[in-house]
């Protein structure tokens, strides 16, 4: 069976999705635009419709239908692939389900609930439009500052002192009361018995049926999804009811712990301004956007969970949390930092080896000097900073009292360390020798944490200055501490001649260069050795993959010959990698998802890390748990094409890992050369010598790039 990614690929055209946002211009066999990733006057932006692919040579960035809709809609990629999905008419629930069945009524009723909260949308914002008995509640957005501007964009609405009041249009609408317990819109009456603790003289009139409503004299605010639809409602009581605020209970539209509300509004605006502010309040979200700051988001329910970062990293790395002032603020801050830095991904940046760390590296081995020893630092690929209110003041009352105040204030969040530094030193006294002991107690390990050198070294002379204390014996003090804590980066050799000479004969084709390679490419031509099977080490030169079933791919794959050997090798690689995870620091630094060629490959690689960044326990019995359920099939073939060959262990694993990762990588950047030569081509004909020299300036990077790799793994032989 074809796989759902490939199925959804041959239906849309990238040339037709990216000319929906990008003004593109024919260019030769290519398209040409002005990026919408980066700022530019000329053009460096290209779709090629051969290959499906996109790559844009200002700022870097390319790939596929899939990369550019992530990007572009700030979506991950399971709503990539439903919004790819709906747009080529393919329900991704039913594809390939056991139960296609069961599937197609749990998508009637998503879609009959989704109906149902826009009726209830519209019903509750003219009960507070109209209705003279929401007096009381429009009383109440106008102290709070709400425009009638805000109320109508963001549809707020008043659900009445009443017991039935939304059930009874709503069931005279058509709904059942099934739909409206399952969108959490009523609560079942218990049989036999009235309305516990309200006394049936609340409920007034006749009772309708057995439901009555779930909100009752509540300011509603519609809860919207990324794409804007109404997932669920929350309400805040007028007056002392309890509680305070009530959110939708948990339905098949809405997951509770994972809902940012204004998302849907605040998207552009947080593209825009590289920048997300989350605060804690549905007030605070809308008095925001009413003055201009349209980045803004809540967070819904008591904390910030992984789950609402993950929606909102495609679209910024930049978080900024504009939690409320006070002590359980404070708690909620520190969760949020934590979950933040949880849900962004890690990158690993290699780093070169201090003097003295080479030393010690260099020990074991007396002769052979092992060239190009660098340590893989994590460090967190976000930038999470903290927005400090005066004491005392919620940012609605902030924005509204001194605005500029406020857009100072976003502008210039507190740096996570520099709010440590306030947090963790609050109430101690810092003349006293004890509070001096324990604000570095807990200062150190912070500012160990920072990997950047020169930013470490400032920190700790702030602390230093700030507690009075040597910079030299607060430096011993850090020492200690960084002994103490886990080494945070790995160790990895690159070029130790001796363990790879041997596995590299034959791996790539030997004795030609880099340069020789770019011609063959360039004219087209898959590099011989590209065959996985055909160039394998001698330990385990045996067929990658069975004939018929290569066939059988070739047939299915509506792709070149060069392409579907790259995704074997990336299908190997993501084998052995979800086989040994602890692989993983011995490839990453080689190549990044950029680089892949399958649209499945490369989000299973995305997952792989962030899944084996946060949590390096060797085995992922339970890896699938986190791979959507279109990817599920890759895994299987990744899986199987580490499975069908000899089974390799301790330096033959390592050395097949680096091959194979240095491979591909050697492969994309071959690509990118023939794109490369093929729009010099172009740019020569038209007399464009200002682009001649931009390309030309980027085939001499991946020249040079190319040479690297072919240097580090001996190629010249
Ligand atoms: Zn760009």
């Known amino acids: 069976m074809v796989s759902l990614i490939e199925t959804i690929k041959a239906k849309i055209d990238v040339v037709e999705e990216i000319g929906l946002v990008v003004a593109l211009r024919k260019s030769g066999k290519s398209f040409q635009g002005l990026c919408p990733f980066h700022n530019e006057r000329s053009p460096s932006f290209y779709v090629f419709p051969e290959s499906q692919t996109w790559h844009c040579f200002g700022c870097n960035e390319g790939g596929d239908v899939f990369t550019f809709v992530e990007k572009q809609q700030g979506f991950d990629f399971r709503d990539a692939l439903l919004y790819l999905a709906e747009k080529a008419g393919i329900s991704v629930e039913e594809y390939g389900s056991p139960n296609p069945e069961q599937e197609r009524e749990t998508n009637a009723l998503k879609d009959r609930l989704r109906k149902l909260n826009e009726d209830a949308t519209l019903w509750f914002h003219q009960v507070l439009l109209r209705s003279k008995d929401a007096a009381e509640a429009r009383a109440y957005l106008q102290s709070r500052g709400i425009s009638s501007e805000s109320v109508m964009a963001f549809s707020l609405g008043y659900a009445p002192e009443q017991w039935d009041g939304l059930s009874r249009y709503l069931l005279g609408q058509g709904y059942t009361e099934y739909e409206l317990l399952s969108g959490g819109l009523a609560r079942a009456r218990e049989a036999g018995k009235l309305l516990a603790g309200s006394g049936a003289s609340a409920m007034g009139r006749e009772q309708s049926g057995g439901v009555y409503d779930y909100f009752r004299n509540r300011i509603i605010f519609p809860i919207r999804d990324v794409r804007g639809r109404v997932i669920g409602f929350g309400g805040r009581v007028l007056g002392d009811g309890q509680p305070k605020y009530l959110n939708s209970p948990q339905t098949p539209l809405f997951e509770k712990n994972s809902v940012l509300y204004a998302l849907d509004m605040a998207r552009d605006a947080i593209k825009h301004a590289k920048q997300v502010v989350i605060v804690e309040g549905y007030v605070d979200a809308v008095i925001a956007h009413q003055y201009g700051t349209k980045q803004t988001v809540a967070c819904i329910g008591s904390a910030i969970t992984e789950k609402h970062i993950q929606q909102i990293k495609k679209l910024t790395k930049q978080v900024t949390l504009a939690l409320d002032p006070d002590a359980a603020g404070e708690a909620a801050t520190e969760h949020g930092i934590q979950e933040a830095l949880k849900a962004f991904d890690r990158t690993l940046v290699p780093v070169p080896l201090a003097a003295d760390r080479r030393f010690t590296a260099q020990k074991g081995s007396k002769r052979n000097e092992p060239r190009g020893m660098i340590r893989l630092e994590e460090q967190v690929d976000a930038e999470i900073n903290v927005l400090q209110l005066p004491a005392g003041e919620d940012p609605d009352e902030l924005i509204r ?70 910079e030299r014996s607060l430096n011993d003090e850090l020492q200690r501490v960084l002994r103490g804590q886990k080494p945070a980066g790995v160790v990895a050799a690159f070029s130790d001649r001796t363990s790879q000479r041997r596995s590299i004969k034959g791996v790539e084709s030997v004795g030609e260069s880099p340069l020789q390679g770019e011609r063959r490419a360039s004219k087209g031509e898959p590099r011989s050795g590209a065959e996985p099977g055909e160039s394998e080490d001698e330990e385990s030169g045996r067929d990658f993959q069975a004939n018929n079933q290569r066939e059988r791919e070739s047939r299915t794959f509506g792709l070149d010959k060069d392409v579907r050997n790259r995704i074997k090798w990336e299908d190997y690689l993501i084998g052995l990698l979800l086989q040994n995870p602890g692989l993983c620091p011995h490839v990453c630094g080689i190549i990044n998802d950029g680089d892949f060629a399958g649209t499945d490959t490369r989000e299973l690689y995305r997952i792989f890390n962030s899944v084996y960044q946060r949590d390096s326990s060797p085995l992922f019995q339970s890896f699938e748990q986190f791979v959507p359920s279109a990817l599920l099939e890759t895994v299987v073939r990744a899986r199987k094409s580490v499975e069908s060959r000899s089974p390799l262990e301790g330096s033959g694993l390592v050395k097949a890992a680096v091959q194979c990762a240095t491979r591909l990588k050697r492969a994309r950047l071959l690509q990118s050369n023939t794109e490369l030569q093929y729009l010099v081509r172009g740019a020569t004909e038209a007399g464009d010598v200002a682009a001649v020299q931009q390309f030309q300036g980027r085939l001499l990077d991946i020249h040079r790039q190319l040479r690297t790799i072919d240097s580090a793994m001996h190629l010249q032989g």
């Open 401 to 470: 009292r001194n605005f500029s105040a406020w857009t100072y204030a976003v502008a210039h969040p507190l740096p996570l360390v520099d709010y440590y530094f306030v947090a963790k030193t609050t109430g101690l006294n810092l003349r006293e020798p004890a509070g001096k002991t324990e604000a570095a107690k807990r200062l150190l390990p912070v500012i160990g944490s920072i990997s950047d050198r020169v930013k470490r070294d400032a920190y700790l002379r702030k602390l230093a200055t700030m507690i009075s204390i040597e």
